[in-house]
């Protein structure tokens, strides 16, 4: 089946392609959420709803058993971001980070999610708790 150009198999798939160099030197593949948890912490992760737009992540079993791999992409497990609950830790801000940013402790960095899921679900608590 083709790739849906808005899901970020078919950026990866075009990397590999057309820039191959780039593609074997990547150690992780993931979404903003992953880049931000690695800059602040030093380890990198991915919700279930971020991942679910990867075409790599299991929706209907979403056991955050972590991203598949493809023969097609021939990467490595280690190319796929671990992926935790949204509204799990990846740890703590790193002393370094929290100094630059100028903060008193290093707290925890909750990995969040997708705005549009995370917009749904908060929809749908207000609605509860009515």
Same mark, same amino acid.
């Given at each position: 089946?083709?790739?849906?150009?808005?899901?970020?198999? @078919?950026?990866?798939?075009?990397?590999?392609?057309?820039?191959?160099?780039?593609?074997?030197?990547?150690?992780?593949?993931?979404?903003?959420n992953t880049?931000? @948890?690695?800059?602040?912490?030093?380890?990198? @992760?991915?919700?279930?709803?971020?991942?679910?737009?990867?075409?790599?992540?299991?929706?209907?079993?979403?056991?955050?058993?972590?991203?598949?791999?493809?023969?097609?992409?021939?990467?490595?497990?280690?190319?796929?971001?671990?992926?935790?609950?949204?509204?799990?830790?990846?740890?703590?801000?790193?002393?370094?980070?929290?100094?630059?940013?100028?903060? @008193?402790?290093?707290?925890?960095?909750?990995?969040?999610?997708?705005?549009?899921?995370?917009?749904?679900?908060?929809?749908?608590v207000r609605?509860?708790?009515?």
């Amino acid at each position: 089946m083709p790739v849906a150009g808005g899901c970020s198999l @078919a950026s990866i798939l075009w990397i590999k392609d057309h820039h191959p160099e780039l593609f074997e030197k990547a150690c992780v593949f993931g979404h903003s959420n992953t880049y931000m @948890a690695r800059w602040l912490t030093g380890r990198f @992760a991915i919700d279930p709803s971020s991942a679910s737009l990867t075409a790599l992540y299991n929706t209907n079993e979403n056991n955050l058993d972590g991203m598949k791999t493809l023969p097609e992409l021939s990467a490595s497990r280690g190319q796929a971001s671990r992926v935790i609950p949204s509204h799990g830790s990846t740890g703590r801000v790193t002393p370094k980070i929290a100094l630059e940013l100028g903060l @008193a402790r290093e707290p925890e960095v909750v990995i969040g999610g997708n705005d549009a899921v995370l917009a749904a679900y908060s929809v749908g608590v207000r609605i509860r708790v009515r």
